[in-house]
């Protein structure tokens, strides 16, 4: 289970779900960039709901890159 840690920066956070992904992907796993924003969005902290929300109402979320 991967989450933020309450004082852990974006840029850290980030970089560990690209790792992953990269990862993940060495192993034949089809990920698509959706995929990685969708979890990001819902593993940050309550700090960051309102950035959540303006992705969200802006319907960016299919075209939106880390």
């Known amino acids: 289970m991967l989450q933020t840690g309450d004082y852990e920066k974006i ?3 980030v970089s560990k779900i690209q790792n992953l992904v990269c990862l993940m992907k060495n192993c034949g796993e089809t990920i698509i960039e959706k995929m990685v924003i ?3 969005m819902r593993t940050l ?22």
Do not use: C, G, L, M
């Not at 902290?45 to 303006?54: E, L, R």
């Open 38 to 40: 969708e979890k990001v």
């Open 45 to 66: 902290t309550p700090h960051f709901d309102h950035v959540i929300v303006a992705i969200q109402e802006s319907r960016n979320v299919p075209t939106t890159k880390i």
């Open 11 to 13: 840029a850290v956070y």
